[in-house]
């Protein structure tokens, strides 16, 4: 069987960027794998060397497609690794860590048990470490929705 991963990332329209999206299509049981994307069409690159990188970090049940489909959100980076510039969370850890900053405040969010923290992994690879985690509360309006 196969499934829709729906890669969602932020572009690098100014002053306000937007949402984009493509859709994979996968084999049951594959975590969806970093994937290529031409960045000249969203203001992500010139129109020469314009491959770009989208790198997934978080997965959640397609809620309008349904079944086993997935919305897949992403970070961009270069070929060479590198965040790209309008990768702002992963720019926010770097000048974090130059500019000699000691504390850092992330709104992570805590893995279920045995889950991964791409977001939280992130960070750990700029540099940082987490010093506090605060417990997840869920709310729960009380009311049908």
């Not at 997965?59 to 919305?71: C, E, K, T, W, Y």
């Not at 590198?82 to 405040?105: D, F, I, M, Q, Y």
Request: some cysteine; aromatic content about 8%; charged content about 25%.
């Amino acid at each position: 069987m196969r499934y829709k991963a729906e890669y969602i990332w932020i572009d690098g329209t100014r002053p306000t960027a937007k949402l984009r999206s493509k859709t994979k299509i996968l084999t049951d049981g594959a975590e969806p794998p970093i994937w290529g994307f031409d960045g000249s069409s969203t203001n992500q690159a010139q129109g020469h060397a314009s491959d770009r990188v989208l790198k997934p970090v978080a997965s959640f049940p397609d809620p309008i497609r349904g079944g086993r489909d997935v919305l897949v959100m992403c970070e961009v980076y270069n070929t060479d690794d590198t965040p790209h510039e309008s990768n702002t969370h992963a720019a926010r850890g770097k000048h974090a860590v130059a500019a000699g900053c000691r504390w850092l405040v992330a709104e992570t969010g805590e893995p279920a048990e045995g889950a991964a923290n791409p977001s939280l992994n992130n960070l750990v690879r700029a540099g940082l470490q987490p010093r506090y985690a605060r417990r997840n509360w869920v709310w729960h309006s009380g009311g049908s929705v």
